[in-house]
């Protein structure tokens, strides 16, 4: 139990272009989604914390407007990144907990953005 | 706020010897404390968690003691595997309405054999 995926696993992008990226928990409602950022052999950032039905709250340095993220529903977060640049290029990973889940959270395989 | 402090490495190790990796944390209140790990290309995984003090966290092989004395939760192993190779990070939640994590820089193994 408690799956999370994203889609796609890749994405390859022209600079100036905008790119969807899917999270979706697959066997549980997920009341909290989070959206971190992966650099190259570094940590986890938080990008920001998104509750079904609210507006996200965005990590201080998040560009709210660039990062766009919607949780339409309790199975499904989107990130769109908007007018993409190289330096957007990243691993995008989402995770998501449950109401009964406490502090627990499970992560999604992550996403690989490359802006050309 | 708080903060998780784990030994960056990269650490190699021959199969089946033994393995330390460090975190220690500084947090108000009582957090949890968790171990992840990635493997190559993939994103995270949970290995193991404590939620409270003395609490020992445990999962295939791999043990984590929660010492609120020493404010650490090391990961160890008696004795690793190829398949182990991976990053491994420590976190901990400090609860809140969002049970936001926080996360170390991560270490890298590299098991050979």
């Known amino acids: 139990g408690a799956v999370v995926s994203q889609h796609p696993s890749w994405v390859i992008c022209k600079s100036g272009t905008s790119v969807k990226i899917e999270c979706r928990s697959l066997?549980?409602?997920?009341?909290?989604m989070f959206w971190y950022r992966q650099f190259p052999k570094q940590s986890l950032m938080l990008m920001a914390t998104?509750?079904?039905?609210?507006?996200?709250?965005?990590e201080q340095g998040v560009e709210k407007d660039k990062f766009l993220i919607n949780h339409a529903s309790l199975t499904l977060s989107t990130l769109t990144v908007t007018s993409a640049h190289p330096e957007d290029s990243s691993f995008y990973i989402c995770?998501?907990?449950?109401?009964?889940?406490?502090?627990?959270?499970?992560f999604g395989p992550g996403t690989r953005l490359t802006v050309t | 706020g708080d903060s998780v402090t784990q030994m960056e490495g990269p650490v190699t190790l021959s199969e089946e010897a033994f393995l330390t990796i460090n975190c220690t944390y500084t947090?108000?209140?009582?957090?949890?404390l968790f171990w992840y790990v990635q493997y190559p290309g993939e994103g995270l995984q949970l290995l193991l968690k404590?939620?409270?003090?003395?609490d020992k966290g445990s999962n295939k092989g791999f043990e984590a003691t929660y010492r609120k004395e020493t404010t650490s939760f090391h990961l160890e192993k008696g004795s690793v595997q190829v398949s182990d190779s991976a990053v491994y990070f420590c976190?901990?939640?400090?609860?809140?309405?969002?049970?936001?994590?926080?996360f170390g820089k991560g270490t890298l193994l590299t098991v050979n054999p």
């Open positions: 995770s998501a907990r449950g109401l009964a889940d406490g502090n627990e959270q499970y």
């Open positions: 066997d549980f409602q997920a009341t909290t």
């Open positions: 998104s509750n079904e039905g609210s507006k996200a709250t965005y």
């Open positions: 947090a108000t209140g009582y957090p949890s």
């Open positions: 404590a939620t409270k003090a003395d």
């Open positions: 976190a901990l939640s400090g609860g809140g309405s969002n049970y936001k994590l926080t």
